[in-house]
């Protein structure tokens, strides 16, 4: 969407982000031995990393972590609690961690009671277990603004996008009375204080749903993209917080007498066959490695093609795998192929210049053009993606229809026939050209490559006002095209997918494993080992603990040419440092930043030229070359190795 409306000459603000704390987080980040803050700082940097992969495009990334944001929140907060809108109380209730949410008895997917029918517990909705919380904390009064929030869902009616998530709102949660919210929490530390009573922290979704005016410089005091760029018209969510951005986000904007954003959309989720991904099904696909093998153009257009408007879509290696070949290689790069090749052999590589009801299909083809663009356009408008790549693929089908109606190889045996075989090259270029603005917003890649191979300038590719008919004269095409998108062996594909699924893939490791030590077993016993220094017993050996360790930082030791002073989340609580004399090898060390290493991680601490080293890193050496053993960036800061 934000491509979309930039190529459309809009000025666009797109924000993502993190939301850092909560009880959630505090429990996972003890759970692996690290602080919470070291451990959103890991995952932060790691979604970081995957959004840049995939191309996302966002102009921000706030974490609510930031400085800035968390004195924000304190301020909100002690205006809401100034004007009356929050008091303190005392809540009992069923909390469940996992989704960071309170609920009622009623509420409860499943209650859980004892011999004398009292309720003990149970599961929320999402499946997660809840448990009963007693404790003082602040309330926001929501009950309030119950009635004005749905004189605004009547005023406003795609204000929830799509409706049926508006029917849900209403009839689930506000019509059977709408509740106060407890807003803060004492039983854990991980959040921002309430600057007037800090043993209270502020509850997670108060704290996350502000980030949308925070990021803008509400409440800090640059509040510039605030008043340039709020109220936004769009919030782009997952269907299971559609409730936190329809219900308490809008009464927190009431309440702040700020106005609300236009329109909130909750999209459905991308499933498999057998529900949720999860590494105990083994049915979890990674999209690294879909990106390394099939290109980014290949994910980011079946991701847009898969899930349908409002609802869930499954990801299947079938259909990933066909939609690649037949949509991708078959229909749009054998068009595109196809086109190159014909203007080479029969117009000397130069795209002729567009002439109208020159042949009897010209018409119709221009007529599905000119159609395809205002559908696509009120598709996009409506945030119907997958519709509007299929409005795409009219144009795409319709052109190749073109090429099978107008047999430009039987035109070309004929002179008098130069005009009609130029308005079928024309045509067909023109007809790419338009497809290629189109795809922009999906594909990030194969639009500008289509334009490189038809000798088109990628200056002249704005959406705003496109039209078929304005193809550039005396265009010359690339000599010889190369395929955009190579068509894949099906079942061979279909199959490495399969393999890489978590499941399968450790199951795959296992047998692998268990075969090559049957057939090396007798081998071992007799082969002869090279080794350089005296052999240990194994008991000596399994004093030595290693851990899987992240590079943060690396820089030079002052006054010591050989080392090299590393800082490392390795799942302690905080950075360790670990310093190597391995400088002349690493010209470069800020290149090994983000790089995952292994470490001796029991090592006594020792001091070298004043610096505290906190253990060793593992290298390689070969030859006059020392290198660091790297291992792969999906395991875990402080796994242990062995």
Known sequence: MARYKRLQGFDVFFLTGTDEHGLKIEQKAEQLGTTPKAYVD?????????????????????????????KAIQKIFMKLLDKGDIYLGEYEGWYSVSD??????????????????????????SGHEVQLVKEECYFFKM???ADRLVKYYNEHPDFIIPNSRKN??????????????????????????????????VYVWIDALCNYITALGYGTSDDTL???????????????????????WPIILMALELPLPKHVIGHGWLLMKDGKMSKSKGNVVYPEMLVERYGLDALRYYLM??????????????????????????????????????????????????????????????????????????EMDEVHFSNALAEVWQLVSRTNKYIDETEPWILAKDETK??????????????????????QPVMTHAPKEIFAQLGLSNSKMEIKDVKYTDLPKEAVVVSAGTPIFPRLDMEAEIEFIKSKMSKNEKAKGRKAMAEAARKTAEQAETAELNLTKKEIRFDKFDKVELKAAEILNVERVSGADKLLKFTLAAGDKGPRQILSGIAQWYPEPQELIGKKVIIVANLQPRKMRGEVSQGMLLSA?????????????????GSLIG
Do not use: C
């Open 226 to 248: 605030f008043k340039k760029y709020w109220p936004a018209d769009i919030h782009m969510v997952g269907k299971e917080i559609v409730r936190f951005h329809t219900i308490y």
């Open 100 to 125: 960071e949410e309170y609920f009622t008895e009623s509420q409860l997917a499943e209650v859980y009671r004892d011999a004398t029918g009292k309720v003990t517990g149970g599961k929320a909705p």
């Open 168 to 201: 849900e709102m209403l009839n689930n949660f506000i019509k059977p009375g709408l509740e106060d919210l407890a807003i803060t929490r004492t039983t854990f530390n991980w959040g921002v204080k309430v600057p007037s009573n800090p043993k209270h922290v």
């Open 621 to 637: 050496e070969y030859g006059e070359t020392v290198k660091l053993l790297e291992i792969s960036d999906q395991i875990p800061n």
């Open 42 to 70: 890991e995952m932060a940097a790691g979604i970081k990393k995957l959004w840049k992969l995939l191309e996302i495009s966002n102009d921000k990334f706030i974490r609510t972590t930031d400085d800035y944001h968390e």
């Open 143 to 145: 009950s309030k603004y």
């Open 418 to 439: 130069k005009e009609a075989l130029d308005s079928v090259l024309a045509h067909l270029a023109a007809s790419l050209r338009v497809i290629a603005i189109l795809l």
């Open 305 to 378: 093609r898969a899930v349908p408007f409002g609802n869930d879509g499954v990801f299947t290696p079938e259909d990933f795998v066909s939609r690649v070949n037949f949509e991708l290689a078959n229909d749009l790069g054998n068009l595109l192929n196809r086109t190159v090749a014909m203007i080479n052999k029969y117009n000397a590589g130069q795209i002729p210049a567009l002439t109208a009801n020159v042949t009897a299909f010209d018409k119709e083809l221009e007529k599905v053009a000119q159609e395809t663009i205002t559908a696509y356009a009120k």
